[in-house]
C-alpha cells in the first residue's frame, strides 16, 4: 500500500543523509515517512555479476529514460549520461560504496576565513564549526561501525579511537608504507566503513573484494541499508516506501511546505503531509526537486556552488616472482594505505593551499573493467584490440602485480559548475531532468595534478617496476555536494546553518546539498555526519513546539 | 565510478536513437550501398579461402537475433579482437552466443538494428577488397577490414563506424569474462585466460552462477 496522509516528517531519499536523518528523528520518537525513487533491494538481491550489476542499470537509472545532461567546457551540446546520478535504490550510493570514511579536518570549515578568496571560485566558510559537527562524527562511527585506527594518521587529530580495529590488509600494503618513509610521509589504514569484527548483531567482513560497485550480502558494509535504515525501522516509526519518484514538494499560501507529491511503481500519483519535508536526494536531485518545486529559491542560489570530489588515479607495476612483491595473501583483497601529509599545504606554491588524500589499493576484481582499462586509448582513437590488448592482458593478470592509487582532493565551487532544469529534455515521468555544467577551477585542477605527482612517487619509492596514470578529467561525479549551501545570509545562500530552508521553515536539506566545501577526502561519513546534526535540530524545535 | 562500467551507456544514448533518416540509409546498406568504389586499384580476384581459415566450422543454424551470415561475421570480427594465437581467445568463449543473447535483452535490443547492418557492411567491404565474407578472409584481411572500420575509413555515408566498433570492442570484452550465464565465457574460459577466481561467496538465490575455486 502506497502511503498517503500525515506524518511528523517526510524524507526524500534514502542514502548517506536519508538514512541517517531517518534515524535521527525515528529514535526521537517522530512517525517518519521515507519515500525513496529506486527498488529495496536486500542481502538477498546482491550477487557477484558485474554484468548486470555494473553494467546494465542496476543502480542507476538508463540514459535514455532519465537521463542527466551534461555540459562540459567546448561541448556544443549537452549529452546524455548516468555519471551524475547516486544509485536509486534504498540505502542510495551507500549500498555500493568502498566505504573510505574519512572525516573533514577543522580547517576545512573555514577555508575562506583562513586562505580567503580565490579569483573565479565561490569560496565559503561553513556557517558552524568543526566543534559542533565533531559530535556527530563520532556518533555515526559507533552506530554505523567504521575501522580504522586514528592514532597512526598524524594530520588529523581523531579524540575518539574507532569502535573497529582496520580491516585486515594484503602484505603489499608493507611496501606502500616503506615507500611513504622514505618520502617522510605517513601511510595509515584508510578507515572503511567495513566490520572488521562482528558488530552490533552485524557478522564481519568475508574479504570477498566485490565491495566498492556491488552491494555487502552479508551486511559487513556499513551502508545506510545495513544501518540507520535497519534500526530506523526498528522503531516502529519507520514508513518506507521504495519506487516512490517524488514530482513536487508543495506549499500552502503561508509560505510552508505542506506535502509531497509522488507517483507509485504503478504511476499512480499520490499524496503525504509532514509537519517537517526532509530533502536528501542527492546534490543533483535535491537542487532539481527544489527548482521543479520553485521553493526556497529566493536567492537564486540553488543549483549553485554545485560540487564534486577532484580526483586522479594511476598505477605502479611490480614484477612477480621479485623481491618487491610479498608472498602469500590469498583471499586478501584490501591493501588500504592512505596519506593525508599533503592535506593543507600552505608552503607547497599551490594556487590553493588545500590539496588532498592519497589512497593506495589492490585493482578491483572486476574483469571486464579491467579489460576495458586496458584497452584503453587516448580519447579518439580506437580502443586497443588483437594480439596488442592481449599482450597487455598477460603482463597485467600474469607477469606483474599492481598496486593502484587514487588521490581525491579539494573541489572548489565556481560560477561555471552549476545545475538547473534541462530547457527541453523531459524524464519518462514527463519532468524536466537536470542539466550540470562540469567544469573544474584551475586551483582545483592544479592541487590534483600535485597530488598525482606524490602518488606516483610513493610508488616509485616502493619499488614499482612501471608507473602509469588511469584517470582523464579530475572529477569524481558519485560523490557530490553543493547545490543548497547553508549559510547565515539569506541572500547568498539557500538554507540557514541548521539546514532549514530560509525562506520555507519546515523544509530542511540533510544530505551534501548544504556544504560550503566538501573537503579533501571522500565525504560520505560528513554527509551522514551533518544529516545527524540537521536531525537533531529538527528534533528540538519539536520539543520546543516551534514545527 | 566503477560501477558505470565502460563504454556502453554513451554509446547506447547515441547509437539507439538513430533518426529516421539514419535507419534509411542503414537499411539501404546492400550491394551497392558502398558510396565510393576504391578507386584505381580494383579489387583482387577472389581466391579460395585460406586452409587455415574457422570458415569451414559447422554454421549455427540462427542465432535468436542474428541471421546465419550476421553469425560469422561478427564471429570473426570478435575473434580478431580477442584471438586465439596467445591462449584462448573470443572464438572459444563463444563471444558471440553472449552477443546474440545480449543484444535481444531489453537492455541492448535498440543497438540490434545498428549491428546487424554493421555485420553486414563488414562482409560487404571485405568482399570489395577481397572478394569473399569476412569470416572466409585470412586473418590479416580480417585486421584489415576491422581497422577500416575502427577508424571510420569504410566508404560509406552516414553509418557510425568507429562507434560500432567500440560496441563490438565492449561487447566482445563482455562475452569474454562476463558470467557465463550471459551466453560467453564458455566452461569460465575466459576467467581461466586471466586467473580470475571469483572468491567463494554464497550468491542468494542466484545458483545458476558460476565459481571458481578462490586463487591459492
Known sequence: ?547 | MRFRGGPLLPLLTHLSQPSRRQMLRWSALGAAALSCRSRGKSAPPPTPAPADSHAAAALPAQGKLLAAPEWRALEAATARILPSDDGAGAREAGVIRFIDAELATPALVKLAPVVIQGARLLDQWARERFGRPLADCAAGEQDEVLDALAHGRIPVKAFPQRELFQLLHTLTIEGFVSDPVHGGNAGMIGWRAIGFAEPHLRTPGEPAHHHLPVKP
Open chain 1, 1 to 547: 500500500m502506497a502511503p498517503t496522509g500525515s506524518f511528523d516528517a517526510v524524507v526524500v531519499g534514502s542514502g548517506a543523509g536519508g538514512g541517517a536523518v531517518a534515524y535521527a528523528l525515528t529514535r526521537a520518537g517522530f512517525r517518519v515517512c521515507v519515500l525513496e525513487k529506486g527498488p529495496h533491494y536486500t542481502e538477498a538481491d546482491f550477487f557477484h555479476d558485474e554484468l548486470l550489476v555494473c553494467r546494465r542499470n542496476f543502480f542507476v537509472p538508463s540514459p535514455l529514460e532519465e537521463p542527466h545532461m551534461i555540459l562540459k567546457p567546448g561541448d556544443r551540446a549537452a549529452q546524455r549520461s548516468a555519471d551524475t546520478w547516486i544509485a536509486c535504490c534504498v540505502g542510495g550510493g551507500t549500498v555500493h560504496m568502498s566505504g573510505f570514511f574519512f572525516r573533514l579536518h577543522r580547517e576545512d570549515l573555514r577555508l575562506r576565513s583562513l586562505y580567503g578568496e580565490v579569483a573565479g571560485a565561490s569560496v565559503a566558510d561553513w556557517p558552524l564549526s568543526f566543534d559542533q559537527l565533531e559530535p556527530f562524527y563520532d556518533q555515526v562511527e559507533r552506530v554505523i561501525g567504521v575501522s580504522g585506527d586514528a592514532a597512526q594518521n598524524p594530520a588529523e587529530p581523531h579524540k575518539t579511537p574507532y569502535p573497529l580495529a582496520p580491516i585486515l590488509s594484503h602484505p603489499a600494503a608493507a611496501l606502500v608504507e616503506q615507500g611513504a618513509r622514505k618520502l617522510g610521509l605517513h601511510a595509515f589504514p584508510t578507515p572503511r566503513a567495513l566490520l572488521s569484527a562482528d558488530y552490533a548483531g552485524r557478522s564481519a567482513c568475508q574479504y570477498c573484494g566485490f565491495c566498492g560497485s556491488y552491494g555487502c550480502e552479508v551486511g559487513a558494509k556499513s551502508s545506510s541499508l545495513a544501518t540507520f535504515l535497519a534500526l530506523a525501522a526498528r522503531t516502529g516509526k519507520l514508513t518506507l516506501q521504495p519506487r516512490a519518484m517524488v514530482t513536487a514538494v508543495g506549499a500552502d499560501r503561508r509560505g510552508r511546505a505542506r506535502s509531497v507529491t509522488y507517483l507509485d511503481a504503478q504511476g499512480a500519483l499520490h499524496e503525504v503531509r509532514g509537519r517537517v519535508i526532509v530533502l536528501c536526494c542527492s546534490a543533483v536531485e535535491t537542487a532539481r526537486l527544489l527548482l521543479q518545486s520553485r521553493l526556497a529559491n529566493a536567492s537564486g542560489q540553488v543549483g549553485q556552488n554545485l560540487l564534486f570530489a577532484s580526483f586522479a588515479s594511476g598505477w605502479g607495476r611490480f614484477p612477480i616472482p621479485s623481491p618487491h612483491w610479498p608472498p602469500g595473501a590469498g583471499g586478501l583483497p584490501f591493501l588500504d594505505r592512505s596519506i593525508q601529509d599533503f592535506y593543507l599545504l600552505p608552503q607547497a606554491g599551490l594556487p590553493h593551499p588545500k590539496a588532498g588524500t592519497l589512497l593506495f589499493m589492490l585493482p578491483h576484481v572486476n574483469p571486464i573493467f579491467q579489460l576495458e582499462r586496458l584497452a584503453h586509448t587516448p580519447a579518439g582513437q580506437p580502443p586497443l584490440w588483437g594480439p596488442t590488448l592481449k599482450r597487455r592482458m598477460r603482463e597485467f593478470f600474469h607477469d606483474t602485480r599492481t598496486i593502484e592509487w587514487e588521490a581525491f582532493g579539494e573541489f572548489l565551487p565556481h560560477p561555471g559548475c552549476d545545475v538547473t532544469l534541462d530547457p527541453e529534455v523531459k524524464d519518462r515521468f514527463g519532468l524536466p531532468v537536470a542539466r550540470i555544467r562540469l567544469a573544474v577551477h584551475p586551483a582545483t585542477g592544479a592541487a590534483s595534478d600535485f597530488l598525482a605527482q606524490k602518488g606516483r612517487s610513493v610508488l616509485e619509492a616502493a619499488g614499482a617496476g612501471a608507473l602509469g596514470s588511469s584517470s582523464e578529467e579530475p572529477i569524481y561525479t558519485v560523490l557530490q555536494a553543493g547545490t543548497a549551501r547553508m549559510g547565515s545570509d539569506p541572500a547568498r545562500s539557500v538554507t540557514d546553518p541548521t539546514g532549514q530552508a530560509h525562506q520555507v521553515k519546515n523544509l530542511y536539506v540533510a544530505d551534501g546539498s548544504g556544504f560550503p566545501s566538501a573537503g579533501g577526502a571522500p565525504f560520505t561519513l560528513t554527509i551522514m555526519a551533518n544529516a545527524l546534526r540537521v536531525g537533531a535540530h529538527i528534533v528540538a524545535r519539536g520539543k520546543m513546539g516551534q514545527l
